[in-house]
């Protein structure tokens, strides 16, 4: 860095570095300077131009000014605070009128150095300038909402500030580096410390993109940034991108810093740290080493340091002497920030924490317990068995979420040694209170990305609490302790599905202004095709095309920004409609079992914990809960029963007594541990709702075997298995099954599609497409059936479909289909191509889709699978179906074959025109193919690939002319009545 500065004051004009008093010039260079983030000896230059004689008042003004900003942007405020403090009393010594410039210094001034007094009074005549004049400077607008950022409480009042930085950030992209870099650098720390960490990323690094852009590459900013960046990914442990950021900063640091200043001191501990959890063992000790270079052993004026050897020892095992400097450090911060700071509450979890690692159960207890305490504004007791409530003023959800999940497991070890009944109804309404936090955070203004994130971090905590529920279940016989778990579960599954099909069943709402909510949709329509265009751009590698690229991410940004001023808008001004919206809800018990589960209904609900798997049974008037063993030993046998049925290369025609034998074991063994226990309880019932988890979303129940089969005989078509007894239909979670049995839906008419691939080229992504030999006849035999159109050839293309699929009843789709585990965004369906669409429609496309329908066929390979994600299920084509509306779907879990497909689907659609239920439907199908098929063909393979999810109800098919004669006879009705009445009011009176 002292090269850089030396160079760069070397190649100054001549005489600058004499005395020079052009101030014109002297500004140009100290301007093109502080362009290029060379701030020291821009300051050098203003410093030199302060001493120059015969400056007017107005000139030394602007120096001064000059230099509050030189200051500013090197980020020191005390020196900036001076420099336009000496501008201020120039302009009030001579009476100057002072310029909206400088008012927004002395207010960025005031902000900065928390004199919110005096920043009260100038915002006060700023916001008359800025905002009341509709002619005001960009530059000016995003100067004021930085200083609203800047004074606003960030600890209380976060998504305030949030809303203050996207304000800035709209106004702000062509204007100098230091406005754009801070607004995003706010909204990095903003978004981390809300946990949404994927958008605390993506500000970073546009962050860094601006510095790399106009700042040399050993600039202390760029540093700082990657330091960020490597804070995110160490939070989202993602230790090898960390490490790389954090390595970046390492060399311009050490430039910088002496080898013990603190900021260094925690950058080598924290690559130190990297290294080890990437089992770099050797390279960890050497940054260990040097994250203590000339430090004391106990430094108890800086807390960082203690808790830095605290750590350290902690590894180590030195549980007692790690505790010693835990304590040291939160004396510290007690002294330091107050006994009621967030960060003294945070060290009060590492004291905690070395507690537990002792085995001092209590001690930890009381020392959590603290930590809550300070957390938690309003918590006024400081009894283990108290907790704290969502209605009170909680300084850190991320901090009280580790205190209250560490505090539930003590708990539940306290139960184990003392068996008092206190402790585990502790331990279980400790859990409750962190998922309530956990749910909490989640709810707020954060990307679906960091929901998902924080939904797969807690998947161990909703499992604790499970486990507790069922042990204080079977320790006191109340089912509501069976309840309470249940909602637990449905709080894991399929969370940002739900809240999208929930947003879709809200058309219109009360005096929102039409405008807003259309604005809502488009920007949310954009987010999702620009994202979509991005994905598809990046996986072209070499061929990426990189100003189109450039151009889809700025303008993926402004739409994003937009979207969330937005939302921060509908929030504050119309929050009936925000809540309804965007809060989540799952169902409850009862709410299920009166509006869903009908006396001939079971519905099956599974959680899969890292440890254990748990099933619910629910009835119309019963639920219970079943712990089935290991997740990891039920995900082998599920797995390999999956990979058994679906590989086309094990069919009947090539397998081996073996095989068949080890498939049957295998179906009947899992029939055993997942269900059997819960069938057996039962009588009357006929209809199965599975709700599954984690790899059972891949595994079609309608395959297991009831019943031990003879080992002499091989016979596929004679199996006993579970559709004989039951229709089965499928949910994500018990939550949609009951809003898609209840959503609204078109009334519409069957419609067909089944594109015929001859002379279709889809570029890099497939060269040529087989021909679908019974496609046309799939679709034309279902149009002839329910009386409704059906398009099949070279002419179906991808504009019609998106043209005609929103008012279908039936939408069938008979197609090539295409996943993509890694980009599910990409994941397509195969149509023909046009002027205006390439014919492939990708998850993007349908997610802009309205398509209401009563049920979707998907009859194109693997439309049910793709990546699964824990807590959100898999995320397939069917997936994106259920998000643009439609109620019901028919999809297939592998690549499907052509012939046996048409045939099964058209089983489905005559049983379906005869007035059954969906599920009933697709059961007699599957029975009746399985009895009229030959034996080759009564290979699951080809039978079992189908399943139903969403609701199971009948199709209802629409009756124009039915209704068409309705409105007449009501039209009719209504003008003879109206005549009578007034024949009536005519008559004389008697």
Same mark, same amino acid.
């Given at each position: ?30 301007? @093109? ?33 000059? $230099?509050?900003?030189?200051?500013? =942007? ?79 409480? &960030? ?35 903003? =978004? ?37 960046? /490597?804070? !995110?990914?160490?939070?989202? $442990? ?6 790389? *950021? ?24 924290? !690559? ?112 283990? %068995? ?35 009944? #206190? ?87 009360? =005096? ?34 990189? +100003?189109?690229?450039?151009?889809? #991410? ?15 808008? !509908?929030?504050?001004? *119309? ?9 989540? #809800?799952?169902?409850?018990? &009862? ?79 899992? %029939? ?37 089969? =003879?080992?002499?005989?091989?016979? %596929? ?45 889809? /570029? ?47 939408? *069938? ?88 497909? @048409? ?9 379906? +025109? ?38 199971? #109800? ?25 005549? !009578?009445?007034?024949?009536?009011? +005519?008559?004389?009176?008697?």
């Amino acid at each position: 860095m002292k090269r850089i500065l030396i160079l760069a004051i070397l190649l100054l004009p001549n005489g600058i570095m004499g005395q020079s008093c052009d101030l014109n010039a002297t500004f140009s260079t100290i301007d @093109s300077l502080n362009a290029k983030g060379v701030f020291k000896p821009a300051i050098a230059l203003t410093d030199k131009l302060s001493e120059c004689p015969n400056l007017s008042n107005e000139q030394q003004i602007a120096v001064y000014v000059k $230099l509050y900003k030189l200051q500013r =942007n090197r980020l020191k405020n005390q020196r900036a605070q001076r420099a336009i403090q000496k501008a201020k009393a120039l302009i009030d010594k001579y009476q100057i009128p002072m310029s909206l410039d400088i008012k927004l210094c002395l207010a960025e001034s005031y902000a900065a150095t928390r004199d919110l007094s005096n920043y009260k009074s100038i915002i006060a005549e700023i916001e008359t300038e800025v905002l009341n004049n509709q002619n005001s400077d960009s530059l000016d607008l995003g100067r004021y909402y930085m200083c609203q950022y800047r004074a606003t409480d &960030k600890g209380s009042n976060t998504h305030e500030a949030i809303n203050y930085l996207q304000k800035a950030l709209a106004v702000l992209n062509d204007h100098p580096t230091f406005y754009k870099s801070q607004t995003l650098r706010g909204l990095g720390n903003m =978004n981390r410390i809300l946990g949404d960490f994927d958008k605390s990323v993506g500000y970073y690094k546009r962050e860094l993109e601006l510095y790399n852009k106009f700042y040399d590459s050993n600039h202390f900013d760029v540093a700082a940034t990657n330091y960020n960046l /490597g804070n !995110i990914y160490y939070e989202k $442990l993602e230790y090898q991108q960390a490490l790389n *950021h954090y390595l970046v900063t390492q060399p311009i640091w050490t430039k910088i810093y002496k080898p013990d200043a603190r900021y260094l001191r925690y950058l080598n501990e924290a !690559i130190g740290d990297m290294y080890w959890e990437l089992g770099d063992h050797e390279n960890a000790l050497i940054y260990f080493d040097k994250s203590t270079t000339n430090e004391k052993l106990v430094n108890n004026d800086e807390s960082q340091k203690s808790i830095i050897q605290g750590d350290s020892l902690l590894t180590k095992g030195k549980y007692n002497a790690a505790l010693g400097y835990y304590e040291d450090a939160f004396k510290w911060r007690e002294k330091t920030f107050g006994p009621e700071h967030t960060l003294t509450g945070a060290c009060k979890n590492f004291v905690a924490r070395a507690k537990e690692s002792s085995g001092d159960i209590q001690g930890a207890l009381t020392n959590y317990q603290a930590a809550i305490d300070i957390l938690v504004k309003d918590m006024e007791n400081t009894s283990w %068995y108290d907790n704290p409530t969502m209605d009170m003023s909680i300084q850190s959800n991320q901090y009280l979420l580790e205190s209250l999940s560490a505090k539930g497991q003590l708990l539940k070890q306290l139960y184990k040694q003392s068996s008092d009944l #206190k402790d585990l109804e502790a331990s279980f309404y400790t859990y409750e209170a962190a998922i309530n936090v956990l749910e909490q955070m989640k709810d707020a203004q954060i990307s679906e990305s960091s929901r998902l994130y924080w939904s797969e971090r807690t998947i161990a905590l909703i499992e604790n609490a499970i486990d507790v529920a069922s042990i204080l279940y079977s320790t006191t016989s109340n089912n509501d302790y069976i309840e309470s778990a249940f909602d637990f579960s449905e709080r894991s599954k399929a969370l940002l599905l739900l809240t999208a099909m929930q947003g879709q069943s809200i058309t219109g709402f009360g =005096n929102v202004p039409n405008i807003i909510l259309e604005n809502e949709r488009d920007l949310k329509a954009n987010i999702n095709e620009l994202t979509g265009k991005i994905e598809r751009e990046e996986k072209r590698c070499s061929q990426v095309r990189e +100003k189109m690229m450039t151009l889809w #991410k700025n303008k993926l940004e402004e739409s994003q920004n937009a979207y969330d001023i937005l939302r921060n808008r !509908i929030k504050n001004e *119309h929050p009936e409609y925000y809540n309804l919206k965007h809060s989540l #809800k799952v169902v409850g018990i &009862k709410q299920l079992q009166n509006q869903l589960l009908n006396d001939d209904t079971i519905l099956l609900s599974y959680f899969s914990g890292l440890e254990q798997t748990y099933v619910f049974a629910v009835t119309r008037n019963t639920i219970s809960l079943r712990t089935l063993g290991s997740s990891e030993a039920l995900s082998k046998s599920a797995s390999s029963l999956f990979q058994h049925i679906s590989n086309s290369k094990q069919r009947y025609s090539n397998q081996t007594t073996v095989d068949y034998l080890n498939y049957t074991r295998n179906a009947h063994s899992l %029939y055993k541990q997942l269900i059997a226990p819960e069938l057996s309880n039962i009588e009357n019932k006929t209809r199965l709702i599975i709700i599954p988890d984690g790899i059972l979303a891949y595994l079609p129940f309608e395959i297991l075997i009831t019943k031990a089969i =003879n080992p002499k005989e091989k016979n %596929y078509k004679t199996l006993d298995y579970l559709i004989k007894n039951y229709a089965i239909s499928y949910s994500p979670s018990a939550s949609i099954s009951l809003l898609s049995h209840n959503s609204a839906v078109a009334y519409g008419d069957y419609k067909g599609f089944a594109p015929d691939y001859r002379n279709s080229d889809y /570029g890099n992504t497939r060269n040529t497409l087989s021909s679908l030999s019974f496609n046309a006849e799939e679709v034309s035999y279902g149009a002839n059936l329910f009386s409704g159109q059906s398009w099949t050839g070279q002419s179906v293309t991808e504009t019609t479909l998106k043209n005609d699929a929103s008012n279908a009843g039936i939408l *069938h789709l008979a197609m090539h289909g295409e996943v993509e585990d890694e980009h599910p965004l990409l994941s397509k369906l195969y149509l023909n191509g046009s002027d205006t669409n390439d014919g492939m429609l990708h998850t993007y496309e349908i997610y802009n889709m309205n398509i209401p329908s009563q049920l979707v066929i998907l009859s194109a390979c693997n439309t049910a699978t793709g990546k699964l994600v824990r807590g959100e299920g898999i995320l397939s084509l069917e997936r994106a179906f259920q998000y643009a509306g439609s109620t019901s779907l028919l999809s297939t879990l592998w690549s499907v074959d052509d012939a046996t497909s @048409s045939q099964l689907t058209q089983l489905f659609l005559k049983k379906l +025109k005869n007035g059954l239920p969906k599920d009933l439907a697709l059961q007699e199908a599957k029975l009746e193919f399985l009895e009229t098929t030959s034996p080759e063909y009564t290979d699951p393979f080809y039978w079992s690939s189908y399943k139903l999810t969403g609701s199971y #109800k009948s199709y209802q098919a629409g009756n124009t002319s039915y209704l068409l004669y309705i409105g007449l006879s009501i039209l009719i009705l209504g003008v003879v009545g109206f005549y !009578i009445f007034n024949f009536l009011r +005519k008559k004389p009176s008697l």
